[in-house]
């Protein structure tokens, strides 16, 4: 499960549509195609259904290219920190998969830290 991924655990290789994808320290990539190959092979790896892929990359648009290194594996590992599940985190990119888009560090942990900061819990705060 992406748990294991969370903490720098991850198999050799896992297989993405037949193909398998050996996942690398580095994955700055220059084709569009094998970023979205790589992305979509990490967040199966996280326990994603090829339904839920196909949900996710209909709803981020057809530009889903997110870098894994730099706004897959922050954003899910900062999930899992606010203390959400893996399932949660399942559900959470599904519903919401622009999360990819938006910057962690200005937008997101920011936005965190003032529910925390009104009074919001932390938990109701991750979900």
Known sequence: GGLLLAHGWAPA???AR???VQPT???KVSSGAEASTQAEAYLLSWGLSEEQLSKVKAR???DFKP?????VKPKLNWLTDLGLTDLQIQRAVVAHPKLFRHDLENKLKPLAQWLLDIGMEKLKVAK
Do not use: F, L
């Open 60 to 62: 981020y648009g057809q």
């Open 13 to 15: 290789a896992w297989t």
């Open 25 to 27: 320290r580095s994955t």
């Open 67 to 71: 870098d894994v290194e730099g706004a």
């Open 18 to 20: 037949g193909e398998v």
